[in-house]
């Protein structure tokens, strides 16, 4: 549900990062929740990455927590 699911906000800067660093950056986010969040079952917990307008550009894949994508330019 909603309440499994952290929405983090990154700043501009997240825009200008090259690709790998932005998804390692994301898939540490995820690990991060997931390990505070449901440490027993850790494909439970979501993240939605979001920049200041609101725009998704990253977060977990609808088939489980840990499959993290992040916008390709």
Same mark, same amino acid.
């Given at each position: 549900? &909603?309440?499994?699911?952290? @929405? @983090? #906000?990154?700043?501009?800067?997240?825009? #200008?990062?090259?690709?790998? #660093? =932005?998804?390692? $950056? *994301?898939?540490?986010?995820?690990? #991060?929740? *997931?390990?505070?969040?449901?440490?027993?079952?850790?494909?439970?917990? =979501?993240? &939605? @990455?979001?920049?200041?307008?609101?725009?998704?550009? $990253? $977060? &977990? =894949?609808?088939? *489980? $927590? &840990?499959? @993290?994508?992040?916008?390709?330019?």
């Amino acid at each position: 549900g &909603s309440q499994d699911k952290l @929405i @983090i #906000t990154v700043s501009y800067q997240w825009h #200008t990062e090259p690709y790998q #660093t =932005r998804l390692q $950056g *994301a898939q540490m986010f995820w690990r #991060t929740w *997931a390990m505070i969040h449901s440490p027993d079952r850790l494909d439970t917990s =979501r993240i &939605s @990455i979001v920049d200041r307008m609101g725009n998704e550009v $990253g $977060g &977990s =894949r609808f088939m *489980a $927590g &840990s499959m @993290i994508w992040v916008q390709d330019k």
